[in-house]
């Protein structure tokens, strides 16, 4: 196969997710992002490596480091731009469909799959809430990249020695720590292999004995090591077995046949990826090898990664049961292909059935999207869920506020980026001072601001409780990576700072100007005051910030 038809069907994945998904570039953020799209401190990354993903206690206790260091870096590179995030987003999308197209080109050698394989991974329903436009779910296409990574990897080492296997147990460390799920990797490539010598290479060996005694003591650690970091949380209770039975049963309906069917087309979409697997498997004799692996292996990917959500189910966790119920449909198309008899002209009727069928799909996961849409009821419910959360910066939570207003002329833009002067990180809420003056703590040492990329100048005044905390404050502050001052407070007395902001051809794809504020070190008013029940942090008091 030439190096030109091998690029066709990744490339036909990629162009079709940014042509199915290109709307939600003008999307805004939702629900959880306003938590997670945040910057991240050495302290922040460094603690989810020994205890649950968010230490403000509004996610559930996960342990998931890596994820935390992929919003990290997020950050670092996209800050708030939610045009950036979400282009972030197609672009790990595209990336994971053309890597799947890639796989099923390998593992059937059919070009007519691997295209198949492209537009069913694209177009699937389950798509949009799991993968292409929550921005928070970018956790799940980086553990999408790591399995499909492993999966093509394997295919290539498959009849080599133990050596060639152990890079897969770094994609199985990499795929857990991003996402408990991913435990399940190995079992699966286990699984694609022992399917392989089954069902098309009857001579292929079995895994390395040294790689799965290996695979044993990394999968043990991996459940150690998370066992211990969450020792401080509550366990979650065994579910029953009628309970489990349900959320497998729903995961399965919602991503092998498209149930409930709720949206317009759906039940068309459901009849085609139910119907055509079981037409392809009363037509199993006549399918090649080929076909039979891609549509086994999808239902057995889909089953095995299903097992972990007996605890909990929820459409939004089912990317890689979505995967492979995408294989399974490609399997089955290809295999219908494969059945018809001669003239050549039958073929019309495969065709015909894959492009209505994929169609519908495509229809009802585009409607899905529009769940998502700034200004929609589900976003707008979800934001007076985020007004509550204290852990959310003030600006971001009274932006959300002004998103309610119904004359749609007054509405703020979608990104906050572009709508909002400023977003301080690192404050605690608003108060007033004995004298009427409106200010904020800082939460800790260190608070970020960030700036509309149009202002030339913010200006803040800052005033540290000398008489209470009995020591000076040495305060330093940078615009955009620069020193603008470095100051000692040794008195309660309040001092203005002038920043000029220095407007550059380039911002990088924040798109804001980053003012941080250091301190040595910050207070804990019990600590100092007698008699005080003040727990909090806190560093110096902050005026309100005025950009021009």
């Known amino acids: 196969m030439t190096a030109a038809r091998s690029a066709a069907a990744p490339l036909t994945a990629a162009v079709l997710a940014l042509a199915l998904y290109w709307p939600t570039l003008g999307y805004g953020f939702h629900y959880d992002d306003y938590h997670f799209v945040r910057p ?33 870096l997020r950050f670092a590179w996209l800050g708030l731009n939610a045009h950036a995030n979400h282009a972030g987003s197609l672009a790990l999308f595209a990336a994971a469909g053309a890597l799947f197209a890639l796989f099923v080109l390998r593992v059937t050698r059919s070009l007519l799959a691997a295209l198949l394989a492209a537009a069913a991974f694209g177009v699937h329903p389950g798509m949009p809430y799991s993968a292409t436009v929550w921005v928070t779910n970018q956790m799940h296409l980086a553990e999408l990249l790591a399995v499909l990574g492993a999966a ?39 699984v694609l292999h022992a399917l392989r010598r089954w069902l098309v290479e009857r001579g292929l060996r079995w895994p390395p004995l040294a790689f799965l005694v290996a695979t044993a003591a990394v999968g043990g650690a991996l459940l150690l090591l998370r066992s211990a970091a969450l020792s401080g949380v509550p366990a979650h209770r065994l579910p029953s077995l009628d309970q489990a039975w349900t959320n497998w049963t729903r995961g399965f309906d919602s991503a092998f046949r498209l149930l409930p069917a709720k949206r317009p087309w759906q039940w068309e979409a459901s009849w085609f990826a139910t119907a055509v697997p079981l037409l392809a498997a009363i037509l ?50 290809a295999g219908l292909f494969d059945a018809v008899p001669p003239p050549r002209a039958w073929r019309l009727v495969p065709a015909g059935i894959a492009v209505a069928g994929l169609a519908a799909m495509a229809t009802v996961a585009r409607d899905i999207t529009r769940d998502f849409e700034p200004f929609g009821p589900v976003v707008l419910r979800t934001d007076r869920i985020v007004e509550e959360w204290a852990a959310v910066p003030a600006e971001l939570r009274e932006y959300l506020a002004d998103k309610r207003t119904p004359v749609a002329a007054d509405r703020p833009d979608p990104d906050p980026s572009r709508a909002l002067p400023v977003v301080a990180y690192g404050l605690h809420g608003r108060e007033r001072s004995p004298d009427g003056r409106p200010l904020r703590w800082m939460a800790g040492p260190v608070a970020d601001v960030y700036v509309r990329g149009s202002a030339r100048l913010i200006t803040f005044s800052a005033r540290h409780e000398r008489g209470a905390f009995r020591e000076p404050a040495h305060v330093r502050i940078e615009a955009d990576g620069r020193s603008i001052a470095d100051a000692v407070l040794d008195n309660g007395d309040w001092h203005e700072f002038d920043v000029a ?8 794809l924040n798109g804001m100007h980053h003012l941080r504020i250091r301190l ?9 005051i007698a008699g005080s029940s003040d727990g909090r942090t806190l560093g110096l008091q902050l005026s309100d910030f005025q950009v021009r």
């Open 40 to 72: 991240y401190t050495t302290a922040d990354i460094a603690a989810a490596f020994h205890g649950p993903w968010d230490t403000a206690g509004i996610e559930t206790a996960y342990y998931r480091p890596l994820t935390i260091c992929l919003y990290a």
């Open 152 to 190: 093509v990897w394997w295919f290539h080492v498959r009849a080599r020695g133990a050596a060639w296997w152990m890079p897969l147990l770094l994609l199985q460390a990499a795929a857990f720590l991003i996402k408990e799920d991913g435990i399940m990797l190995i079992p699966a490539i286990l």
């Open 501 to 508: 902001l220095r407007q550059r051809a380039w911002m990088g």
């Open 284 to 333: 199993w004799r006549r399918l090649s090898p080929s076909s039979r692996y891609a549509m086994v292996s999808g239902l057995a990917v889909g089953i095995l990664f299903l097992l972990p959500f007996a605890f909990i189910i929820k459409p939004e966790q089912l990317h890689i049961v979505t995967m492979g119920a995408a294989l399974l449909l490609s399997g089955a198309l």
């Open 520 to 528: 040595d070190r910050a207070w804990v008013p019990a600590q100092i």
